[in-house]
């Protein structure tokens, strides 16, 4: 049974920093890119961070320089270090894991944690 749980989530006064974690199971967790995905309220879900298991990340442009994830193949987890946050960070915030096998596509999410940075 595939599992994402995200923990870390919380309120911060803006210019301060929260670090999310994703433990996983049920996959083989070095075969996927993992990724952070947020969605505030009214807003369409949007990618902030992604890592494959090559090592290879993008981000969205709104966090570069402030957010890093990384990924810990030994505990199957995947992290994502905020600093300098915003109000406009405010959201919950999603861990995704992907991979395709062709012709099938493995999607699985986490149930997000909440992301509050005050003013």
């Known amino acids: 049974q595939v599992q994402l749980v995200e923990s870390g989530g919380g309120l911060v006064q803006s210019g301060g920093s929260l670090r999310l974690s994703c433990t996983t199971s049920?996959?083989?967790?070095?075969?996927?890119?993992m990724g952070w995905y947020r969605q505030a309220p009214g807003a369409e879900r949007e990618l902030v961070a992604a890592a494959t298991g090559g090592g290879s990340t993008n981000y969205a442009d709104a966090v570069k320089g402030r957010f890093t994830i990384s990924r810990d193949i030994a505990k199957n987890a995947v992290f994502l270090q905020m600093n300098r946050l915003n109000p406009g960070d405010t959201a919950v915030y999603y861990c995704?894991?992907?991979?395709?096998?062709?012709?099938?596509?493995?999607?699985?999410w986490g149930r997000g944690t909440q992301v509050t940075v005050s003013s």
């Open positions: 049920g996959f083989v967790f070095s075969s996927y890119t």
């Open positions: 995704n894991a992907k991979n395709s096998e062709f012709p099938t596509v493995y999607d699985y």
